[in-house]
């Protein structure tokens, strides 16, 4: 009898592993990202909302149209933030995400930060949440990302 139970949980689990599911819907809208995957930063990523505050609680808006950032595997990025500079490198240590704009113009514009903005990284659920901390909002911020391509 226990070789009969071993049998049916062994076909079970090659059934159940051998399924693949999709991050992509028949729309090519991305609908799951990988948090624990070390390559989940990786795609075009659009702001769709903040979470701000004026003294009080926290308060989400909603933006459209908002900017782009787009990551390459080599450790480069380009974002749609800022006419000056829109291009760089990034790198990941722990939950910190620094993006390092490498131009002169920008550094000009932001003397204290070297060109270096540095984020906590969090997600909700599908969503890439980056708290800035270089730049510090006292009552705290965010700004809300939607993976758009990978």
Same mark, same amino acid.
């Given at each position: ?53 004026? /003294?009080?609680?926290? &308060? $989400?808006?909603?933006? !459209?149209?908002?900017?782009? #950032? ?5 450790? %480069? ?37 070297? /060109?270096?903005?540095? &984020? $906590?990284?969090?997600? !909700?659920?599908?969503?890439? #949440? ?5 730049? %510090? ?14």
């Amino acid at each position: 009898m226990r070789r009969l139970w071993f049998g049916f949980f062994a076909i079970a689990f090659i059934m159940f592993g051998s399924c693949s599911a999709s991050n992509d819907n028949d729309n090519g809208i991305i609908t799951e990202v990988d948090f624990e995957s070390p390559s989940f930063l990786i795609g075009k990523w659009k702001v769709v909302g903040s979470y701000l505050s004026a /003294g009080g609680p926290q &308060y $989400y808006v909603e933006v !459209e149209d908002g900017e782009t #950032l787009d990551f390459a595997s080599d450790g %480069r990025f380009s974002s749609s933030e800022f006419s000056e500079c829109s291009q760089g490198t990034y790198s990941i240590d722990g939950d910190e995400l620094t993006l390092d704009y490498n131009c002169e113009a920008f550094n000009k514009k932001f003397p204290d930060l070297s /060109g270096k903005f540095i &984020y $906590y990284i969090s997600n !909700e659920t599908t969503f890439l #949440l980056l708290s800035p901390v270089s730049l %510090r909002c006292i009552e705290g911020c965010s700004t809300k990302y939607k993976k758009i391509s990978n």
